[in-house]
T-cell receptor
Framework: GAGVSQSPSNKVTEKGKDVELRCDPI?????LYWYRQSLGQGLEFLIY????????KSGLPSDRFSAERTGGSVSTLTIQRTQQEDSAVYLC?????????????FGEGSWLTVV | AQSVTQLGSHVSVSEGALVLLRCNYS??????LFWYVQYPNQGLQLLLK??????LVKGINGFEAEFKKSETSFHLTKPSAHMSDAAEYFC??????????FGIGTKLQVIP
């Protein structure tokens, strides 16, 4: 596609439910990132996929968070047993490669509200 | 390891005044530096980036930034602020094949 596509754009879920957020990167981009943006918290790195390498999961805040990337393209971020503090905008981004200096392109984000 | 420090989470300037948003970085390898902008209710977009070569980098909408290795800085400037510049600005660093690390952002308010 023309840009990074994320779905759903908005999600309201009850505390304790699981949610899945989807990201479709720009075609041909081998690097994919998930970030979380909370009010006053800036951009928090969650996970990074680069080609066939093992993902960098160092930013996942707890074992309730997981992500996978199938076929080197689409990625799904899963949050299990959601908590109110998980409410945030989840941003996906991709770049042509994970190499130095490559511009990363962001999607519009998925707004998650846990009630 | 790499990190970014943005000084000032909120900056206010008068319309027509100089815009200066500060960014300092830490990187164990030669850094690549970025500024992204997020306008209200929009996604992040690249403003400018430094990879190699000329240390003064020009971006969109009249913004520029200068890479100063000795000061580990990459401050963003614009000579004359416009109302449309009100947004949140993020500095970011990457090095080698490491992930891109962002600062916490600076919200720019432009006062008429």
């Amino acid at each position: 596609g023309a840009g990074v596509s994320q779905s759903p754009s908005n999600k309201v879920t009850e505390k304790g439910k699981d949610v899945e957020l989807r990201c479709d990167p720009i075609s041909g981009h081998t690097a994919l990132y998930w970030y979380r943006q909370s009010l006053g918290q800036g951009l928090e790195f969650l996970i990074y996929f680069q080609g066939n390498s093992a993902p960098d999961k160092s930013g996942l805040p707890s074992d309730r968070f997981s992500a996978e990337r199938t076929g080197g393209s689409v990625s799904t971020l899963t949050i299990q047993r959601t908590q109110q503090e998980d409410s945030a905008v989840y941003l996906c981004a991709s770049s042509l490669e994970g190499g130095p200096g490559n511009t990363i392109y962001f999607g519009e984000g998925s707004w998650l509200t846990v009630v | 390891a790499q990190s970014v420090t943005q000084l000032g989470s909120h900056v206010s300037v008068s319309e027509g005044a100089l815009v200066l948003l500060r960014c300092n970085y830490s990187s164990s390898v030669p850094p690549y530096l970025f500024w992204y902008v997020q306008y209200p209710n929009q996604g992040l977009q690249l403003l400018l980036k430094y990879t190699t070569g000329a240390t003064l980098v020009k971006g969109i909408n009249g913004f520029e930034a200068e890479f100063k290795k000795s000061e580990t800085s990459f401050h963003l400037t614009k000579p004359s602020a416009h109302m449309s510049d009100a947004a949140e600005y993020f500095c970011a660093v990457s090095g080698g094949y490491q992930k891109v690390t962002f600062g916490i952002g600076t919200k720019l308010q432009v006062i008429p």
